[in-house]
Each structure stands twice: as structure tokens, then as C-alpha cells.
């Protein structure tokens, strides 16, 4: 299966290494519109320059391809997709979906009109962690969820657009962490109340911490703390998590899943076991060679992926939602 990647540089290194390490998945080539990066990465990656165009539409002119990665910034994920979608070529997305959850909606709907997959890189569902704290859902073995606590901090200094954006925690990174709760719970928000700010010492423009209470139309509350400009005692990507259950606790802390039972209750005090670390399940492929792999079954086999842009939209309304409450003050309910 042949591939025309859009966008080389920042987040398309990810996607180089995947497709590279793929033995189902090749490029046919690539579209960049910054010369110096094209030029710099056929350099690293022994690409043949010819096969780098300037836009989508000359590309599928000039070259044969059976998908399309598109890791361009989210402002162009609707009029690159388009031109996928409109050629019946499949698009594999980079996450948000887009940057307005009008443009979401566009591209769902394109989607619906063509017949066309395209499918959105979720990536922080597919890791070991992620899979570990879904099996321990799924098998009901500590009872009813009672409540979800998730705590996130990190650092970066990434330059660019997402230094620029209006909220550039909620939007270009705790969608990761809300998709994972869609994920975890099988459940869509009913209710979302948000504070953002940004500290004096923060170098983005927008607002990179944030305070997040959310209700789920299953019931379960969970409470969000993040920032991207911590100063120290970072966590993982992943974040930390805290499953308050009928049968005892589990966790996720440093990427390892910790469990407590309950044990019961003796002159007036619970008692646990001692808490325990949960063997992570095995996974053949994660993150972005598990998506590679499932887009390549999905238009070689016709299988289904996990988040296609009719279910991904959820992700994207629950942002923009987290993002109206926060510049609203008001609580918002879907």
C-alpha cells in the first residue's frame, strides 16, 4: 500500500518512522510546502526529492497512492482532506480533526457524502497503559466506577502555531486525555464546567493551564488538572489517573498500573490488600504503528478503525465544549 504524506517536518517525523517500519506501508511520496524542511529531511530519510510536491492536488496528479497521511496543522486538516476525500483517496488525520468544530463537522459530513474513510490519530488509545486500564474496565472485576480524577503536567517549548493558539493545552493536548476518557467510559460528556488561565511565567499565548469538571451521560464524574507550562515534577503524556471503584482503587502513575482491593471492613475501617502492580497487556504494535496498520486493514480489507471521523467528532465537541465553558464561565451542558 502506497502513501502520499503531508507535512515532513515537526509531528511528520512520527509518521516517517512508522511508514518506515511498516512492511505493508510505503510512501509514494510527500507534499511540504516549506522547501528548506523538504530538502533537509530527503536528506535524513535518503528520499527521492522529485517525488515532494508543493501541494495535495499536484501530488495525486503526479504520483499513485491508496492513502493519505495528513499531518498538516489543524487549520488545514478540512481543504487537504477535502481533496483526498473528493479523489476517493482514504485519509489518515492527525488529531484535532480540525481547528473549529464547524470544520469538524465539515469533514465528517464530506465523509458521510463520499464514502470515503478518514480516520483520526488518537494514538494515546493504543498504548500499553491505555489497553491495561481498559481491560481492568471492561472485566468489572473492581465494581462500579464511582469517580475519575486525572492530573497533568508538563513543560514543552515547542515553538511554532501551537505556541499561538488561543488554548493550546485544551486543544492540542488534553484531547488526548478526554478522547482516552471517551474511550475508558464508552460514554460521551453531558456536562462540562472549565477554568482556564496562564501564568505569568507561561511563553504561549493562550491560555496553558486548566481546570476541567465533566459529568458523563453514563453518570461518572471526573475532575482534570493540567498544565503545559509546569515548571517542574512533570508527568508522563499519558497523565495520571485515579479510578475510585465499589471493590477498591486502581491507578495510573509514572505509566504503571497500580491496584488496591478492598477487602472489607473491620471496626468501622476499610481494609486492602496491599497495593499491587498490574502486568501491562501485550501489544504487538502501539500508537502510531498501531494506527498505520489498522488504516492499512481498513482500505486494503475494508475493516473498521477505531476512531473515524463520525466518532471522532465526540472528541472534537467535547473540546470546543471544555473551550465555551472556560471563556463563557459557565457551565455547559451538551
Not at 489498522?294 to 476512531?307: I, L, P
Request: hydrophobic share 40%; charged share 20%; with cysteine.
Amino acid at each position: 500500500m502506497k502513501v502520499i504524506q503531508i507535512g515532513m517536518g515537526g509531528m511528520g517525523n512520527a509518521w516517517i518512522g512508522a511508514v518506515n517500519r511498516s512492511s505493508d506501508v510505503e510512501f509514494a511520496g510527500f507534499v511540504e510546502v516549506n522547501s528548506e524542511i523538504a530538502q533537509a529531511q530527503c536528506q535524513q530519510y535518503g528520499f527521492d526529492a522529485s517525488t515532494v510536491y508543493t501541494s495535495l492536488e499536484e501530488a495525486l496528479e503526479n504520483l499513485e497512492a491508496d492513502g493519505v497521511i495528513n499531518v498538516t496543522p489543524p487549520q488545514f486538516h478540512k481543504p487537504t482532506s477535502f481533496v483526498a476525500m473528493d479523489a476517493g483517496i482514504p485519509v489518515l488525520c492527525e488529531k484535532p480533526l480540525a481547528g473549529t468544530l464547524e470544520d469538524a463537522q465539515a469533514i465528517v459530513n464530506k465523509a458521510n457524502e463520499t464514502g470515503v474513510l478518514c480516520t483520526i490519530t488518537q494514538n494515546y488509545r493504543y498504548s500499553q497503559v491505555a489497553q491495561t486500564v481498559k481491560s481492568i474496565l471492561d472485566s468489572g472485576d473492581l465494581g462500579a466506577v464511582g469517580a475519575i480524577n486525572v492530573e497533568f503536567y508538563k513543560g514543552p517549548h515547542f515553538g511554532g502555531f501551537r505556541e499561538e493558539m488561543p488554548h493550546p493545552l485544551i486543544i492540542d493536548m488534553s484531547i488526548h486525555h478526554f478522547d482516552m476518557m471517551r474511550f475508558f467510559l464508552d460514554s460521551n460528556p453531558s456536562q462540562i464546567f472549565a477554568r482556564t488561565w496562564n501564568p505569568s511565567w507561561s511563553w504561549f499565548d493562550g491560555d496553558a493551564s486548566a481546570s476541567v469538571n465533566i459529568q458523563f451521560e453514563n453518570g461518572i464524574p471526573v475532575t482534570y488538572t493540567g498544565s503545559w507550562c509546569a515548571q517542574g515534577m512533570e508527568t508522563p503524556w499519558n497523565a495520571h489517573w485515579r479510578f475510585d471503584c465499589a471493590k477498591g482503587v486502581f491507578s495510573v502513575e509514572d505509566d504503571v498500573v497500580y491496584i488496591q482491593r478492598l477487602t472489607g471492613v473491620v471496626d468501622g475501617s476499610s481494609q486492602h490488600e496491599d497495593k499491587q502492580v498490574v502486568e501491562l497487556v501485550s501489544m504487538e504494535r502501539q500508537a502510531q504503528d498501531y494506527l498505520l496498520h489498522e488504516f492499512y486493514e481498513a482500505v486494503t480489507q475494508g475493516k473498521s478503525t477505531g476512531t473515524p471521523a463520525q466518532d471522532n467528532i465526540h472528541t472534537v465537541e467535547f473540546v470546543f465544549n471544555v473551550v465555551k465553558s472556560a471563556d463563557s464561565d459557565e457551565i455547559v451542558t451538551l
